[in-house]
């Protein structure tokens, strides 16, 4: 294998802050994405963040009533290029989730015009 070319990760750093930040304070967002965005067919009792790249992220997830532990990835829309990068893929991701749960539409508006000058 050539990886002479390759660049290290962007968020090789900043891994565990990530990950310590989504499990402690998004958490109700990481379990919504993956909700969402993983097609499981059991029921999942707890999510946690393991792992996050530029492509993605690694979830552990607890199955009911099996108790089993399950791995997933979910990839970023488009690869991130840091950690602001990251955190608003992550962010984008759960607004998405949110509205999917929700069954939520957004209204119709009027766009504006013109502009004065």
């Known amino acids: 294998m050539e990886y002479s070319g390759t660049s290290a990760d962007p968020l ?10 989504m499990n402690d304070k998004q958490w109700e967002d990481i379990r919504r994405i993956c ?8 029921e999942v009792e707890e ?4 792992w996050i790249d530029r492509l993605g ?3 552990h997830l607890l199955t009911l009533p099996q108790k089993e532990i399950l791995e997933v990835r979910i990839p ?3 690869e991130v290029t840091d950690e602001r ?12 989730a ?4 929700k069954n939520y539409a957004p ?11």
């Open 57 to 59: 992220f690694d979830l």
């Open 12 to 21: 090789r750093d900043r891994v565990a802050k990530i990950v310590k930040d």
């Open 47 to 50: 999510v946690s963040m393991i």
């Open 107 to 117: 209204p119709e508006f009027e766009r504006v015009k013109c502009v004065q000058k």
């Open 85 to 96: 990068d990251a955190r608003s893929s992550l962010t984008y991701m759960a607004q998405v």
């Open 76 to 78: 970023f829309p488009r």
């Open 35 to 42: 909700n969402v965005y993983a097609d499981l067919d059991v």
């Open 98 to 101: 949110w509205e999917v749960e």
